[in-house]
């Protein structure tokens, strides 16, 4: 099962960075190996993951 890792306080911050810089697409990135969906824009994404997508260029 996959555990929360986002405290209320570092989720409060980062909602608010969030509509401070409006970017398309947010990331928590952990040394997991799931990768899921936390609210509409922001997804956990293990550190595996993301260096193929920036390799391939399929975040840019």
């Known amino acids: 099962m996959i555990q929360r890792i986002l405290t209320a306080e570092i989720e409060q911050q980062l909602h ?14 952990y040394p997991g190996n799931d990768r899921y969906r936390i609210s509409e824009r922001l997804e956990a994404i293990p550190l595996r993951d993301l260096a193929i997508e920036l390799r391939s260029g399929s975040l840019a």
């Open 16 to 29: 608010q960075a969030c509509m401070d810089l409006e970017p398309a697409k947010s990331f928590i990135v």
